[in-house]
């Protein structure tokens, strides 16, 4: 029977998403690989390797003893059929537990225009380049954007909202600085109704007084939303950086319990040997990762699923 990885290679998207994985192929699937190559069982020794391999990389430790306990029982109770190894297995199971987090994703209906998407997160994790990013990933679908530079707490960030959108080919409504960013997320889903647009991007600030002003504030932002669109927004993407490991993690528990995060958008995934949170993220949150940024182009943003990052993940080139 033809191996699980051999069948993983037609799924890859792309050399971005491999070169983005690098660093995380080096610390996890190489030793991985390492470990068990050979191998028909895993013995107690491997077993203790790969765990910290494993937790090394950020798989946290309930997707570690999941893999594992897996990876033991199928090969005890059914054994390695022909042609296949533990590393397929291993991999096999890395894709159903992404698979899981991703069928809630997949149930949701598509929302008729305009769609609306908040982008939320702490300063710092690259949100407001990923929400760039996202706006030339619609545009590539010619879909009409306009981003909604509701981050009015840094001037910064309202004018990096206007040149990532500029950059991207959307259009653009920002407050002034300190203004309210209710107002801004009001003003731009009136517009793109008024005007037949797609899609709505909505910056939101990552810092306020307190976490719980912030958490208030995004409440108050979908609130106002929904008074125009009431099944709105059709998406929270919680955006994480992933060098933070296992801070990344804490994140996503605290937005996903106060502001309904729907999916996450795992950012600088090139910069880290700690990719292997999104096996995390997706195990013990069953929250979907919707996108990887893999580098500062443009384009380096790349829509996930869970074959084409097992297959990035443990190609061997």
């Not at 068990?36 to 765990?51: F, M, P, V």
């Not at 990923?130 to 590539?140: D, I, N, P, V």
Request: net charge negative.
């Amino acid at each position: 029977m033809k191996g699980f990885l051999s069948k993983l290679k037609s799924t890859l998207s792309g050399a971005r998403l491999g070169e983005g994985l690098a660093r995380t192929r080096e610390k996890l699937a190489d030793n991985v690989r390492r470990v068990l190559s050979g191998r028909t069982r895993l013995e107690a020794e491997d077993r203790e390797e790969l765990e910290e391999t494993l937790l090394a990389a950020d798989v946290g430790l309930p997707a570690t003893e999941r893999l594992l306990d897996r990876l033991e029982a199928r090969v005890r109770n059914a054994g390695l059929e022909e042609g296949e190894t533990l590393e397929d297995i291993f991999a096999e199971e890395v894709v159903a537990i992404l698979r899981e987090a991703e069928s809630a994703r997949d149930a949701q209906p598509i929302p008729s225009p305009p769609r609306i998407i908040l982008l939320v997160g702490v300063n710092g994790t690259g949100k407001t380049t990923t929400l760039g990013k996202l706006a030339h990933l619609y545009r590539l679908q010619s879909q009409h954007v306009l981003v909604a530079a509701a981050d009015t707490f840094r001037a910064a960030a309202v004018e990096q909202a206007r040149i990532w959108a500029d950059r991207a080919g959307a259009e653009c409504i920002a407050g002034a600085p300190g203004g309210d960013p209710a107002s801004v997320a009001h003003d731009a889903v009136a517009h793109a109704r008024s005007r037949g647009l797609d899609v709505v991007l909505v910056d939101t600030a990552g810092r306020l007084q307190t976490k719980t002003n912030l958490m208030e504030e995004l409440a108050k932002i979908s609130r106002v939303i929904q008074k125009q669109i009431p099944d709105a927004p059709h998406e929270v993407l919680l955006v994480l950086d992933a060098t933070t490991g296992q801070n990344a993690l804490a994140q996503a528990r605290q937005f996903g319990k106060t502001v309904g995060v729907t999916g996450l958008v795992l950012a600088k995934v090139d910069g880290t040997a700690k990719g292997g949170i999104v096996i995390a993220i997706a195990e013990e949150l069953k929250l979907p990762v919707r996108y990887l940024g893999v580098g500062e182009k443009m384009e380096d943003l790349v829509p996930f699923d869970a074959e084409s990052f097992a297959a990035a993940l443990f190609s061997k080139n």
